[in-house]
């Protein structure tokens, strides 16, 4: 039983830590869009791939 | 720009999807590849997306873009949008809401056409609000060129002022979203703590674990009741400073006893806690308000969508014949517009030229394409499809349909009927009744020396809280409004529709309301020597002095000479005598031009509805007036009487047209040739019957008419909305829409009293039997807990009596290209 004293502590810590980023994830609009984000996922991996090149290309037309 | 002579059949172009003209040159050369353009305006769109290094947006989209326009110049409004930017520090926030998006790919394409523009710190679309919010830094970059940049793409973009009541809920529905997750989690720690206390024997756990677990449980709750019960805690102190206890005080009362009492008991290791009963309580009832709350956000967000339906740009024609770009909101009456096929027409207004199909279904929830031509009208918000019109604006700003369709929604739900202040009134007696039931149990309880006569005095206070019997009718009238305004059908008074069910009789218009109001010259009889023709100009002439609906139906017709008629003498709603050439006409109903002639004629028998034209002496022709059966009419009236409902028909035309008219659609109780007045004194005699009275008109002619009635519902159909006056406008043509509005309100009344019946039954229940002692304070929340939920989901039940055919609105729009 005394394993408890240190099991309860630690699921009380993981609640506060799952609130924590919870709360988190509400007030940073996680929840504002729940279709967008299921669609640009299909476009993500390309993104992630030129996105350097592309950044600095843009720029310097758009300048 | 390369140009490559290519006219084969049938090429649509590869940016918009529109048929490519044939003989024209536009293009791009795409991946080595000649893909036709239907213009220039796409032209220079699709390069620039090439250009920019976004090509892929072709190979990843799922629906062709919006067409696009040139000339792309800037829009005077770019530089009024640095005003309405708001910011702290260095970078602004600016909202903005785009048009043209058709697909998901659009969002890629328009985020990386922006961000990688310098200055630009970042841009997020919603996809389903199809709005933007854009960070940007001071003195790096203007709004106005991150719109530029957006225009270079084919979207339309602008800056809006953030609608407060729309960012008033998002900010509550993110407020409820945090509120409830924290009871779930803490919640859900201590019932698992408690269930293991409730099943081990007492002497399995030893005190020291006990009061360990006891302490844990406490830590757990405080979140639950500081935060998650925070709205009914500020409620309650709120209502208690304005001295009307509303039901949020005996559960603000419920909660802090409860969990101050446990705290104590723990602090002292004796006694009873409570911390489960606190967070189920907190949670369910959290749960109840939030799907409260739901109906309310998708009711507003309904009559948001319409305001989003305007676009932003508007094609005018110009004095030289040019036309030009201008914002669609610096449209003045009196514009000239023309509206391509596909585009959203930015005013209400009347057409001038073309020929189109157009799709109302925004605005009235009917699904079928609507043909226009020269002298129809156009609603503001509507979507052209096959060809240019040419229009005139009608209608402006404040006075547009689309605004007026808003406002009367906006008011009907902010209206508070009188029984629900009642009903606030008895709630606060109700609540004072269940504080001093509570306190007496607690003090007999404590006198007898009952040990546990606090946790009975807990659970009474909770079980007989009357959340679930206020929350009975605002949930029901919500879920039915916002249900029915999806079928085009507008509720401009709650209460109409609790009535609506209780009506024995519904009354009938016949000219505008039974028939489509569309009238036109079905038959000529000529009795002098003149011509059909000579007789249809002086005819027309004459009508154009009357506003009356018939003479509608002269407008229509083709004229040959324009005759100038002077000394006009007009007999209300009867007919009307005039000079023409030195001659005298009158033009009128039968009775009118007996008394013209002052003699006798050979009345004709017919259907439909005549007008006689005459001199002073000699009766020159009869001419009938057609005017089509409404849509569903015989439909609605067949099942109206099936619900045995008795239904008449008032009509100020002559017998046998209404006769006939009424065989047709199935009424039996006739009353013809009334004036105005006689129709007023027919609903009093009905009333004073004992009936209760629905009267159903064009919303215009009949205004006195439908004042009187119990429930007036109006047919006037979108166009002439801002005009009608009723406590229910239909604007859908189909008559059909009486079915849906007179079912859903008889559903609604059932759900009305069933929850109050649930409610009733549950609070009187319960309390002898929390009185008693036989309820824990848990189970006294979960049942008051349970029982607010149960009322809120059966009042949600009502947006799903009509879904059927939403459903099948939503299909279409989700169609490719």
């Not at chain 1, 004293?5 to 830590?17: H, K, R, T």
């Not at chain 2, 947006?57 to 930017?85: C, G, H, M, N, W």
Request: hydrophobic fraction near 45%; include cysteine; proline fraction near 3%.
């Amino acid at each position: 039983m005394d394993s408890l004293y240190f099991l309860i502590p630690v699921s009380v810590f993981l609640v506060v830590l799952i609130v924590a980023i919870y709360l988190w994830s509400v007030r940073s609009g996680q929840f504002d869009d729940l279709e967008g984000p299921g669609h640009s996922i299909l476009y993500e991996e390309e993104k992630n791939a030129d996105n350097v090149e592309e950044k600095s290309a843009g720029l310097k037309k758009d300048q | 720009m390369k140009s490559h002579a290519k006219s084969e059949k049938h090429q649509v172009c590869f940016h918009c999807g529109l048929d490519v003209p044939s003989g024209a040159r536009w293009g791009v050369d795409f991946n080595g590849q000649w893909k036709p353009m239907c213009c220039p305006g796409c032209e220079a769109v699709a390069q620039a997306i090439i250009d920019n290094g976004l090509a892929s947006f072709y190979q990843k989209r799922t629906a062709y873009s919006v067409t696009a326009k040139l000339p792309l110049e800037t829009l005077e409004q770019d530089k009024q949008s640095e005003i309405e930017t708001e910011g702290l520090g260095d970078v602004i926030d600016t909202s903005l809401m785009i048009e043209g998006i058709t697909c998901s790919a659009c969002i890629w394409l328009l985020e990386r056409q922006v961000t990688k523009l310098k200055g630009v710190v970042s841009f997020k679309i919603n996809y389903a609000t199809r709005r933007a919010v854009l960070k940007t830094v001071q003195h790096q970059i203007h709004v106005s060129d991150v719109l530029s940049a957006i225009r270079e793409i084919g979207y339309q973009a602008v800056s809006f002022d953030v609608n407060k009541q729309f960012y008033r809920l998002q900010k509550e529905r993110k407020d409820f979203l945090g509120r409830l997750g924290v009871a779930v989690f803490c919640g859900m720690q201590v019932m698992m703590i408690t269930l293991g206390i409730y099943v081990a024997d007492p002497s399995d756990i030893e005190p020291n674990m006990l009061q360990f677990l006891k302490w844990v449980s406490a830590l757990l709750t405080f979140p639950v009741v500081l935060f998650s019960a925070k709205p009914f805690m500020s409620a309650a102190f709120r209502d208690i400073k304005n001295k009307m206890p509303g039901m949020d005080v005996p559960v603000a009362l419920g909660i802090s006893l409860a969990f101050l009492a446990s705290l104590y008991n723990t602090f002292t290791g004796q006694g009873d806690t409570y911390y489960e009963s606190v967070c189920m309580f907190v949670l369910f009832l959290m749960l109840a308000r939030y799907v409260e709350f739901l109906t309310r956000w998708y009711a507003i967000s309904s009559s948001e969508r319409l305001t989003q339906a305007v676009p932003m740009m508007a094609q005018r024609v110009g004095e030289d014949n040019h036309i030009h770009s201008v914002a669609a909101n610096t449209l003045v009456l009196g514009d000239q517009i023309q509206i391509n096929p596909g585009e959203v027409i930015p005013a209400d207004s009347l057409v001038l030229s073309g020929e189109s199909q157009v799709d109302e279904s925004i605005l009235t929830g009917e699904n079928e394409p609507i043909d226009k031509k020269s002298g129809d009208r156009l609603l503001g918000g509507s979507h052209n499809l096959n060809n240019t019109l040419r229009a005139r604006v009608s209608c402006v700003g404040e006075d547009s349909t689309l605004s007026t369709i808003a406002r009367l929604i906006d008011r009907a739900h902010a209206e508070k009927p009188a029984w629900v202040e009642v009903a606030d009134r008895f709630a606060s007696v109700f609540v004072g009744m269940v504080i001093l039931v509570t306190a007496s149990t607690a003090m007999v309880g404590y006198w007898q020396g009952q040990t546990d006569w606090f946790s009975i005095a807990l659970s009474v206070l909770v079980v007989t809280c009357p959340c679930a019997l206020s929350l009975a009718t605002p949930t029901a009238y919500t879920a039915a409004m916002s249900s029915l305004f999806d079928r085009g059908i507008i509720i401009t008074k709650g209460v109409a529709l609790e009535q609506l069910s209780a009506v024995d009789r519904v009354v009938f218009d016949k000219t505008g309301t039974l028939t489509e109001g569309s009238m036109r010259v079905s038959k000529c009889t000529l009795f002098g020597q003149q011509s059909e023709q000579a007789l249809m100009d002086v005819a027309i002439s004459l009508e154009e002095f009357s506003d009356h609906p018939i003479a509608r139906a002269f407008k229509r017709e083709a004229r040959q000479m324009n005759c100038q008629v002077e000394n006009i003498e007009q007999e209300n709603g009867a007919g009307l005598t005039g000079q023409i050439e030195g001659e005298k006409y009158s033009i009128g109903s039968e009775s009118y031009i007996r008394r013209v002639l002052g003699k006798r004629f050979e009345s004709i028998e017919s259907a439909e509805t005549q007008v006689y034209l005459s001199t002073d002496v000699n009766l020159l022709a009869v001419f009938e007036i057609h005017d089509d059966i409404r849509v569903g009419a015989a439909k609605a009236i067949s099942w109206l009487k099936n619900q045995g409902k008795a239904v008449s028909l008032l009509s100020g035309d002559k017998q046998i047209p209404a006769r006939w008219l009424a065989k047709k659609v199935g009424i039996e109780d006739v009353k013809s040739e009334a004036s105005p007045r006689d129709k007023l004194a027919e609903i009093d005699r009905l009333q004073l019957a004992g009936e209760q009275v629905v009267m159903v008109g064009d919303g215009m002619n009949d205004a006195p008419i439908l004042a009187k009635a119990d429930v007036s519902i109006s047919v006037s159909g979108a166009s002439q909305l801002a005009r009608a006056s009723s406590d229910i406008l239909l604007l859908n043509n189909d008559m059909q829409a009486l079915q849906h509005v007179f079912s859903l309100s008889k559903k609604m009344g059932i759900i009305i009293k069933q929850n109050m019946m649930w409610a009733l039954v549950y609070n009187v229940g319960a309390l002898p039997l929390a009185m008693a002692g036989y309820v824990e304070p848990w189970q006294a929340a979960l049942g008051m807990s349970v029982s607010s939920l149960v009322v809120v989901l059966n009042s949600f039940r009502l947006r799903f009596v009509l879904s059927k055919a939403n459903k099948a609105k939503q299909q279409k729009r989700v169609e490719f290209g």
